[in-house]
């Protein structure tokens, strides 16, 4: 008896996704489109979704969490981020980059402090790797900590920080050693209260414009020996095994994205006619609906794929840069297809194509751009994982 | 107090209308492959019923009708909204019965459980909006009855209800048990559970019952179904010719013609 790959979701992920699509129905979508144009951070929403239980999804129920694994966070992503790309950013860096490292490297403490905390909204967190001199290059950046009694002090200078505004809990990368490279590198748990750190500039946004992105500039900020997450040194190794779960949500998104440019796209060439009949009827319209759908099933396969193996504890740093990549690069082509579709009313904000459209383009750029993405899968196929 | 509220699957009513589909051998609509979910105002109900648990205690009981497979996903959101029992009655002839037929089961199902002071419904369902079940059921329970209402109060003995109507708004006392059909208001819409309490709910046991095991006696049903049709809306454009003033002419004696104005 051969067992079957079985692509069918398990009772438990639909009722989730269930879950996720009446929350996205009813809280986010009425929302969506004046959340983007005011570029407002969406307070009362983020409220409600971590009543809902959506901010710490993996998060064991004992430390506040919803417990779920992997493959039910990606099915839930996929569907906040269908409503809104920009509520979804904000729930998923919440999730994959700031509650995931907590409990997989914290200590006992770390996580009875922190997780329930950033589980039921009374904090929100934001990740803190990127500099204006590392980006893609992250493991070179230059923000240091130096040991100062029972504090670490650190200084820098970090960018492009998601939830930067609004967050309590940064996660931060610094240097404390001088190892070159990663393994200099260390990763702190920062309140954001403490003195010596402050938001810097604000940045304006071409997509996800309802989440915020910020500088956060660290000058001689005291961090309790305490929080330091991990061992020193470890920083890398977070970074880059954070990074994984992080693209995960970030493929969901992508996917969330590229099916409501879908369904925009494919409930507009049933209604709009020209000639005389639907639009729908032509065969050039028939062919882009059929090649968005085909790339998004493929996108989707490939994220839960790498869920799976990440749920089942197996290494998936190639899957789920390959989902990564594969889903971002299907959003910007399905969105870019369904403004095609809408013509000069995919142009306008009266549609939402031009949106989605819009938010899709950071799915290429952040968590690694899609050159970061074929360089990581590269090396798995071709043997050099150096 | 001890409530059953009685929900009902039916296909998504927010699908856009080119996913309607009858099904001529059945004369009902195509439910394989479509999104089913809790009828809205049978939502209403149980939001109306959890919040009466909260203030004055008791049990609340999802029961539903259908084929098992299909039906399940209604009673376990009701668990995870806060339902303490959840009752299937697996009954793959369920989405052919029209309110007589259903009644006569649901009712059944209810004295099987025994002692419901109240027993919640929409007041119509979102497919078929009979709008029968509720007053049948009270025929059959011997209980009292009042529909389309939005809020309750318990009593000893007794419930006082406002109640929508045309003109505004009846405050009615029922004697227990009554069985109350809701419709929708702000009060009442219905909670979003928590994922931790749809996991939860996905361990609880689900009853699950035939219409045999409940004793339901097969009923005629006195109602047959001969046709259901899609109505055919035709639009037609017609473009006004003339100077402004012309048009405004035009247009005013369409409308007189058509007596819309």
Same mark, same amino acid.
């Given at each position: 008896m051969y067992r079957a790959v079985d692509f069918r979701l398990s009772d438990e992920h639909r009722v989730v996704q269930a879950a996720a699509a009446d929350f996205a129905a009813r809280e986010i979508l009425p929302l969506a489109a004046d959340l983007d144009r005011s570029g407002g951070f969406p307070q009362e929403v983020i409220r409600k979704a971590a009543e809902a239980g959506l901010l710490a999804m993996t998060v064991p129920e004992a430390y506040g969490g919803a417990g779920l694994d992997a493959v039910a966070y990606v099915i839930a992503q996929e569907e906040l981020a269908r409503a809104s790309a920009g509520v979804q950013t904000i729930i998923t860096v919440n999730n994959s980059l700031v509650c995931e490292p907590i409990l997989r490297f914290g200590s006992e403490a770390q996580k009875r402090t922190y997780l329930p905390a950033l589980a039921s909204g009374r904090s929100l967190g934001c990740y803190c790797l990127t500099e204006p001199a590392s980006g893609s290059d992250a493991m070179s950046l230059r923000t240091s900590a130096r040991a100062d009694g029972e504090h670490w002090i650190l200084n820098g200078t970090k960018i492009f920080v998601t939830n930067g505004v609004e967050a309590d809990v940064c996660l931060v990368y610094a240097r404390t050693g001088p190892e070159p490279g990663a393994r200099?590198?260390?990763?702190?748990?920062?309140?954001?209260?403490?003195?010596?750190? @402050?938001?810097?500039?604000?940045?304006?946004? =071409?997509?996800?414009?309802?989440?915020?992105?910020?500088?956060?500039?660290?000058?001689?900020?005291?961090?309790?020996?305490?929080? =330091?997450?991990?061992?020193?040194?470890?920083?890398?190794?977070?970074?880059?095994?954070?990074?994984?779960?992080? @693209?995960?949500?970030?493929?969901?998104?992508?996917?969330?994205?590229? @099916?409501?440019?879908?369904?925009?796209?494919?409930?507009?060439?049933?209604?709009?006619?020209?000639?005389?009949?639907?639009?729908?009827?032509?065969?050039?319209?028939?062919?882009? =609906?059929?090649?968005?759908?085909?790339?998004?099933?493929?996108?989707?396969?490939?994220?839960?794929?790498?869920?799976?193996?990440?749920?089942?504890?197996?290494?998936?740093?190639?899957?789920?840069?390959?989902?990564? =990549?594969?889903?971002?690069?299907?959003?910007?082509?399905?969105?870019?297809?369904?403004?095609?579709?809408?013509?000069?009313?995919?142009?306008?904000?009266? /549609?939402?194509?031009?949106? /989605?459209?819009?938010?899709?383009?950071?799915?290429?750029? /952040?968590?690694?751009?899609?050159?970061?993405?074929?360089?990581?899968?590269?090396?798995?196929?071709?043997?050099?994982?150096? | 107090?001890?409530?059953?509220?009685?929900?009902? +699957?039916?296909?998504?009513? !927010?699908?856009?209308?080119?996913?309607?589909?009858?099904?001529?051998?059945?004369?009902? +609509?195509?439910?394989?492959?479509?999104?089913?979910?809790?009828?809205?105002?049978? !939502?209403?109900?149980?939001?109306?019923?959890? +919040?009466?648990? !909260?203030?004055?205690?008791?049990?609340?009981?999802?029961?539903?009708?259908?084929?098992?497979?299909?039906?399940?996903?209604?009673?376990?959101?009701?668990?995870?909204?806060?339902?303490? !029992? %959840?009752?299937?009655?697996?009954?793959?002839? %369920?989405?052919?019965?029209?309110?007589?037929?259903?009644?006569?089961?649901?009712?059944?199902?209810?004295?099987?459980?025994?002692?419901?002071?109240?027993?919640?419904?929409?007041?119509?369902?979102?497919d078929w909006v009979e709008r029968s079940v509720a007053p049948l059921l009270a025929e059959m329970l011997g209980a009292a009855c009042v529909t389309f209402i939005t809020a309750l109060e318990t009593g000893a003995g007794t419930v006082t209800v406002r109640r929508t109507a045309e003109e505004g708004v009846h405050v009615v006392q029922a004697r227990l048990p009554a069985v109350l059909s809701v419709t929708s208001d702000e009060a009442i819409r219905p909670r979003l559970p928590k994922v931790k309490d749809i996991m939860g709910a996905m361990r609880k046991p689900v009853q699950q019952w035939t219409p045999a095991d409940v004793g339901a006696e097969a009923v005629l049903p006195p109602v047959e179904v001969r046709e259901v049709s899609v109505p055919q809306r035709t639009t037609r454009c017609e473009f006004l010719e003339g100077d402004p003033a012309q048009q405004a002419q035009a247009l005013v004696e369409r409308l007189q013609a058509l007596k819309l104005i």
């Amino acid at each position: 008896m051969y067992r079957a790959v079985d692509f069918r979701l398990s009772d438990e992920h639909r009722v989730v996704q269930a879950a996720a699509a009446d929350f996205a129905a009813r809280e986010i979508l009425p929302l969506a489109a004046d959340l983007d144009r005011s570029g407002g951070f969406p307070q009362e929403v983020i409220r409600k979704a971590a009543e809902a239980g959506l901010l710490a999804m993996t998060v064991p129920e004992a430390y506040g969490g919803a417990g779920l694994d992997a493959v039910a966070y990606v099915i839930a992503q996929e569907e906040l981020a269908r409503a809104s790309a920009g509520v979804q950013t904000i729930i998923t860096v919440n999730n994959s980059l700031v509650c995931e490292p907590i409990l997989r490297f914290g200590s006992e403490a770390q996580k009875r402090t922190y997780l329930p905390a950033l589980a039921s909204g009374r904090s929100l967190g934001c990740y803190c790797l990127t500099e204006p001199a590392s980006g893609s290059d992250a493991m070179s950046l230059r923000t240091s900590a130096r040991a100062d009694g029972e504090h670490w002090i650190l200084n820098g200078t970090k960018i492009f920080v998601t939830n930067g505004v609004e967050a309590d809990v940064c996660l931060v990368y610094a240097r404390t050693g001088p190892e070159p490279g990663a393994r200099g590198l260390s990763a702190f748990i920062v309140e954001k209260r403490v003195p010596g750190v @402050r938001v810097g500039k604000i940045e304006h946004k =071409l997509g996800i414009r309802c989440s915020s992105t910020a500088e956060i500039v660290f000058e001689d900020a005291r961090v309790p020996k305490a929080n =330091l997450l991990g061992e020193v040194g470890q920083g890398g190794r977070i970074a880059l095994a954070t990074l994984d779960g992080g @693209r995960l949500g970030i493929a969901a998104q992508a996917v969330g994205i590229a @099916r409501a440019a879908l369904e925009a796209a494919r409930d507009y060439a049933r209604q709009r006619t020209q000639f005389g009949r639907p639009i729908a009827d032509f065969q050039a319209i028939q062919w882009m =609906l059929a090649d968005m759908a085909t790339r998004i099933d493929a996108a989707r396969l490939l994220t839960l794929r790498a869920a799976w193996l990440r749920a089942q504890d197996r290494p998936h740093t190639r899957e789920a840069s390959m989902a990564k =990549l594969f889903a971002s690069e299907t959003a910007m082509w399905a969105t870019h297809k369904a403004v095609q579709i809408h013509g000069g009313y995919g142009y306008i904000q009266d /549609y939402p194509v031009e949106r /989605y459209f819009r938010d899709a383009k950071i799915t290429e750029i /952040y968590e690694g751009t899609s050159e970061i993405q074929r360089l990581v899968i590269a090396r798995h196929t071709i043997g050099t994982r150096t | 107090m001890n409530t059953v509220v009685c929900l009902k +699957q039916v296909v998504d009513p !927010e699908l856009p209308a080119w996913d309607f589909a009858i099904d001529p051998a059945t004369k009902r +609509q195509v439910r394989t492959g479509k999104p089913l979910v809790i009828s809205t105002y049978d !939502e209403n109900a149980l939001e109306l019923a959890l +919040q009466l648990k !909260e203030k004055v205690g008791g049990k609340v009981t999802a029961l539903t009708l259908g084929p098992a497979g299909e039906v399940k996903d209604a009673v376990r959101l009701a668990l995870a909204m806060g339902a303490d !029992e %959840a009752v299937v009655i697996d009954d793959a002839e %369920a989405p052919l019965r029209l309110g007589p037929d259903k009644a006569a089961v649901l009712a059944a199902a209810i004295r099987r459980l025994g002692a419901a002071d109240l027993v919640l419904t929409g007041c119509e369902s979102a497919d078929w909006v009979e709008r029968s079940v509720a007053p049948l059921l009270a025929e059959m329970l011997g209980a009292a009855c009042v529909t389309f209402i939005t809020a309750l109060e318990t009593g000893a003995g007794t419930v006082t209800v406002r109640r929508t109507a045309e003109e505004g708004v009846h405050v009615v006392q029922a004697r227990l048990p009554a069985v109350l059909s809701v419709t929708s208001d702000e009060a009442i819409r219905p909670r979003l559970p928590k994922v931790k309490d749809i996991m939860g709910a996905m361990r609880k046991p689900v009853q699950q019952w035939t219409p045999a095991d409940v004793g339901a006696e097969a009923v005629l049903p006195p109602v047959e179904v001969r046709e259901v049709s899609v109505p055919q809306r035709t639009t037609r454009c017609e473009f006004l010719e003339g100077d402004p003033a012309q048009q405004a002419q035009a247009l005013v004696e369409r409308l007189q013609a058509l007596k819309l104005i």
